[in-house]
């Protein structure tokens, strides 16, 4: 395989490092070298960072002025050469050389070079000169051999623009035109991510997710596709397939295996196999107790065994949630406390432990005056209808 692309995580956390350099500090400063070729100095090369611009002079030389402190990437371009950038730091009120050398040497102009410089802004996140650069490979290089890698580049970086139509047009056409180029696969990954998370259109994302695992079996990326795909069947409803997709991503190890074996727990509880999905929500925590999911993952235990009437132990899943998350939350926030607490009332009652089951109602509106459901629902009116529901019937 070729070279591949960053993960979208990574590249949005290196995306928020670049901007974070180039707003820290309030100071300014400038910048200054000279830009050569192989012969010497180069005049008229459009010299690019910190929101200046300029050009060289007949000596190659240059001077940014006025540049935001902190880290600042700077392009230079030329029609007749390949692209350069360079990281540079601004001091705050010093003129500072762009690099140790003072000397940008700019690349002759060829296929090769271009498509490394391609390589390298994709890599740094700079999408938009990704496709405006690709756009000029593909118009001076129709028949490149490297034009299907310079058509992933720019349908890739579509896709981290956000503009997913235009991603799986490009991607598409690459991906049918050079199905054994070394970036092929990564193509079909990212088509299929056009259609499950820029349009959400599951049903046609599982069949570009399985055209992966099919296509591309030696794949880096068939394990994740195979979790996203697991994904794209269950917000479609189809739990029995969606188990299968987590079920074959959880042989693939990893971080990849870790969040299969919890969606593919949930899927059991959709599917009202409760005994099953509890063995493994409780495998979950076992094998991760200190994870963002662990908590509903014990939560989730309790939930199950409670579906399946087995209530001593759902008893003690609902305590054990409490005892080791006390502070765990869901997705949005709402402490998973108060309903884990309000679930180990219901065992108590089941067990017919009714004093222990009002107590533990009392203790709820005690603690957690303003406990919610996951889905931001009142919590609390729950809690007191078992409360008054006990006082006339029971105690």
């Not at 310079?150 to 997913?164: R, V």
Request: aromatic share 14%; hydrophobic share 40%.
């Amino acid at each position: 395989m070729g070279r591949k692309a960053l993960p979208f995580a990574v590249l949005a956390v290196l995306s928020l490092v670049l901007l974070a350099g180039c707003l820290r500090g309030g100071g300014r400063g400038n910048l200054t070298g000279e830009v050569w070729d192989a012969q010497g100095p180069v005049s008229g090369v459009l010299v690019e960072g910190g929101g200046k611009s300029v050009l060289t002079g007949s000596d190659g030389r240059f001077l940014l002025e006025d540049l935001p402190a902190g880290r600042q990437y700077v392009f230079f371009s030329h029609a007749s050469y390949t692209g350069a950038v360079v990281a540079a730091d601004v001091a705050d009120g010093e003129t500072k050389s762009i690099n140790p050398e003072g000397r940008v040497v700019l690349a002759e102009r060829n296929e090769d070079n271009l498509k490394e410089y391609l390589l390298t802004l994709y890599e740094l996140g700079f999408y938009e000169r990704v496709v405006r650069g690709s756009e000029d490979f593909l118009l001076s290089y129709p028949q490149s051999p490297l034009a299907p890698s310079i058509l992933f580049l720019q349908g890739a970086s579509f896709f981290y623009l956000g503009e997913y139509r235009k991603a799986v047009t490009v991607l598409g056409a690459m991906v049918a035109g050079a199905p054994q180029d070394p970036f092929a696969d990564d193509a079909q990954y990212l088509l299929a991510r056009c259609y499950s998370e820029g349009l959400r259109d599951f049903s046609q994302a599982v069949g570009e997710y399985r055209k992966l695992v099919e296509r591309y079996p030696e794949s880096e990326f068939v394990g994740q596709a195979l979790y996203e795909m697991g994904d794209c069947y269950y917000i479609l409803g189809a739990f029995r397939d969606a188990l299968a997709s987590y079920e074959e991503a959880m042989a693939f190890g990893g971080e990849v295996a870790r969040k299969a074996l919890y969606s593919s727990a949930h899927c059991l509880y959709r599917m009202e196999f409760y005994n099953r999905a509890a063995a493994r929500f409780l495998e979950y925590v076992a094998q991760y107790p200190a994870t963002d999911l662990s908590d509903d993952a014990q939560y989730f235990a309790g939930a199950s065994l409670y579906k399946a009437s087995r209530f001593a132990e759902a008893l003690q899943a609902f305590e054990d949630c409490v005892r080791l998350y006390p502070e765990g939350k869901w997705y949005n926030g709402i402490l998973i406390a108060p309903a884990a607490l309000f679930h180990k009332g219901l065992c108590l009652e089941k067990l017919g432990r009714y004093l222990e089951a009002y107590n533990t109602y009392l203790d709820i509106i005690r603690r957690y005056p303003g406990a919610k459901w996951a889905d931001g629902s009142s919590l609390i009116q729950n809690v007191q209808f078992r409360i008054d529901w006990l006082r006339k019937y029971v105690l």
